[in-house]
């Protein structure tokens, strides 16, 4: 145990050297500034954002999941460190974007879209914390839509309707975590077990449809059909590890595990489907940086970018998953924290207002629409668009900008994590 101490103890300072950081912070008040990564962050979106509902760069209000992992990345830094204007941004989106009879705003269950079910996650945390009736109200709703998700015939949750007999690394990030915080809320353990039971399926079997032997990682999508233009005829797999799908599988996987009663009689199965994941994501660390790739499995590839969000994903889940026990091995906490140092390091800048920004965002990345007779039967008014074939060329292709949410919560999650280690922005900038 002394051995093992001392070699946390000597990775958290070599963490910390050999760093550039943003000089200053925003302040709360002319005369303070902020002493966490988390808080500057999060303060920072609220000043580019004034209103919580119209976060991710919204043209209106907003019932979305990055809005959700932003605002619920928010609301761990107020029960962190306090600050009634977070708590209270928090609230004004609840407040706007749910009816007094429980009826959300801009959301559509015949859609049966998994993206529309992540911001669950967010109320079930909010009503857990304040709770409201007309929150659980909505909690119900999504619910209902989880309940009644078309599946593929080995029982995982088609990504969409217009997705029809597809799984998506992104999916299951967007249902499963969610599904779970809800059932283990509301529901009595006999009617939550079952539930556990089928995140623990639908995780183990996600794993092993989308696998790549060749690199250890898990590509975007696959597709149990075999019809879409940018699956392979024989396995269904699109054609490469995408970073953020990885990483939206990797905390997928941390969020499952955090939903689960500790007792629960297959946890085991989550950790041991997480270490493998980890030791494979590990492998395709850049060694010089700290963090990964646009296209995780092409890394010396011209024209590949190092990019922060699915970055900011792998340093969180790794973090946290080494603080809770879940991985014992040392190399993990290593190797959540020279990612940190890493963002830090080649994707924070500050700006002339003092607010602080997380670069090099990929903006967006999926595959398809495509059309089949499946599609069709699910959503008839489908638009199908080729341009998104799962090739090296098309993820490249998307835009690159700064402050997605898909990073900035992540990269305030990974922060609070390295925060409860006692770095914050002054220790940080003293062992530089």
Known sequence: MKKFNAILVGIVLMATVGTTLASEAPAKNQNERPKHYSEWLARSEMKRFPTSCMLDFSKRPNWG???????????????????????????????????????????????????????????????????????????????????????????????????????????????LPGRLLAASTIYSPDLAVPIYDDAVEQVKATYDRTYDPNTGLNRHAWDESREMFWSDNVTGLSQH????????????????????????????????????????????????????????????????????????????ALLKAARKGWVKDPKYLDAGMKAYKGIVKNFLREEPDGTLSLTNCCSVAGLGPGISDAVLKAAPNVKENKRRDGSYAYYLSEPIRDNDGKGVGPFIWASLEMEGMGLDIAGLKSNM
Request: glycine fraction near 8%.
């Open 65 to 175: 999941y990055v809005v959700g992992i932003e605002l619920e990345s928010m609301l761990d830094t107020y029960l962190r460190y306090g600050g009634d204007d977070i708590l209270a941004y928090c609230k004004q989106y609840t407040d706007t974007m749910i009816a007094t009879d429980g009826k959300i705003r801009g959301y559509r269950l015949l859609d049966y879209n998994l993206d529309n079910t992540r911001t669950v996650h967010f109320v079930t945390r909010m009503y857990r914390e304040f709770p409201e009736p007309k929150n659980l109200r909505a909690i119900n709703t999504i619910m209902k839509q989880f309940n009644d998700q078309p599946r593929t015939n080995e029982g995982v949750y088609w990504h969409k309707a217009i997705y029809a007999y597809q799984v998506w690394l992104d999916g299951i990030f967007m249902g």
């Open 241 to 316: 590890c995408w970073g953020r799908a990885q990483g939206w599988y990797t905390m997928a996987l941390v969020e499952i595990l955090d939903a689960l009663p500790e007792d629960y009689a297959r946890r085991g199965e989550v950790i041991d489907l997480l270490t493998r994941t980890f030791d494979n994501v590990i492998k395709w660390q850049d060694p010089a940086t700290g963090v990964w790739y646009q296209v995780m499995d092409s890394p010396g590839r011209e024209g590949n970018y190092l990019e922060s969000t699915c970055s900011s994903m792998f340093a969180y």
